[in-house]
């Protein structure tokens, strides 16, 4: 570790390294050898020059004595420099253990440093996708909720009344269930034609409450609006959502510019009391009468409508309805006999409007009420429930003469 730290350390920490570098990087100093000292010269011969003189001894010649001054300074010399260069090279070295001790990681073993973490790295990617995974149920559940807090429950409607435009409708569905007979649970029944204006999300009786107050306050502005004229919708051709839901169209006049205004009046006002009202697509007034969702199995079976299925009523004149009636009806609630939605509060446009809408009250529930008696025939006309009903009856008829004999049996004198 320490000498992977040493190759690494220039490169981390130039400036203080660059001192240290040359002493560091030199190769070491090889101790100095001493020199061979010089040989002295050989005495004269004895008794040469007056035979018998005084021998000389070591070190009494001056230049004997000079020379040896000299060898020991060059010996000096040169150990003082051996012994510089070995503490340079203990102060680079104490420098560049010095930095070293500077590392936070300098007595710590990279392999197991790495292990440690790999692991600690693996654990808390896990933990992030088990929180992750929390997460987003929580997020779709929060969804989930605010789409039942929003889903629109109730809507303002206008009915169709005009028996003309609900025959044509019926003549549609009945066109189309002979070609694809699936298609029956799509239809719309219709008793429940209408034109919507608005929807909205009432969550409690208090903004129930609310909703009816603001659709009377809205009364009189839609009045003023129409300034005594009467607003005839007319209906003509067929087209599709998406090849999802199909609707007769409602052709365009100057009447369905005004039937826009007062779509736009009604939501300002609901708007003023706190009402959320009214969604992202623009208004497009139309008459559903067939719809996919209407059947969660059918969505499965069937993705889309054909549309020539509908072909040669797609520019059928259906007929016109006068605007003089707008309702605040409950999607959720169940609907009235005649098939119409559960209206919690209705306005009548009009001063003429009342008996009018008495007699259609009146109409609606004479046609519910004969819808059913046929139905009653079609079942007494088939012979499986001839036959049940019969055996129905002759059970019952057994049932009654036994129950008389045992009660005969238990009123005798022995009894």
Known sequence: MQRLLRRLLPALCPARAAAAAPAFLAPPARPARPRPMALRPPPPAAGAGGGGGPRRVAGESPEHDDLENVLEKEILKENKESTQQRKERCASTDSTDSLMVEMPFVNIDIEDEFAVRLTSE???????????????????????????????????????????????????????????????????????????????????KEEVSTAVDALSDSKDLVEDLLKGKTVDLSFQGIDHFRNEVGFVKLAESDHTAILME??????????????????DRAFKPHLTFMKLSKSPKLRKEVKKIDPSLYEKFKSHYFGDEILHRLDL?????????????????????????????????????????????NQIKKLLSSPEIRMKISKELFEDRHNYTSKGKSCTDSGSPNA
């Open 122 to 204: 693996v654990n808390l990617k896990k933990k992030r996708k088990r929180t992750t995974g929390r997460e987003n149920e929580e997020d779709n559940e929060r969804k989930k909720k605010k789409k039942e807090q929003y889903r629109p429950n109730f809507f303002i409607s206008i009915p169709i009344t005009n028996s003309e435009i609900s025959g044509g409708v019926q003549a549609v569905q009945d066109t189309i269930i002979q070609k694809d007979h699936r298609l029956s649970k799509a239809m719309v029944h219709c008793g429940s034609l209408h034109v919507t204006l608005l929807v909205m999300h009432l969550s409690s």
């Open 262 to 279: 007062i779509a736009e009046t009604i939501k300002k006002i609901f708007q003023e009391k706190g009402i959320l009202a009214g969604g």
């Open 329 to 373: 009806c409950s999607m959720l609630k169940k609907k009235q006999p005649n098939g119409y939605y559960y209206c919690e509060s209705c306005v009548i446009l009009g001063k003429n409007h009342g008996a009018d809408l008495v007699k259609e009250a009146l109409h609606r529930e004479t046609q519910a009420l004969l819808s059913k008696r």
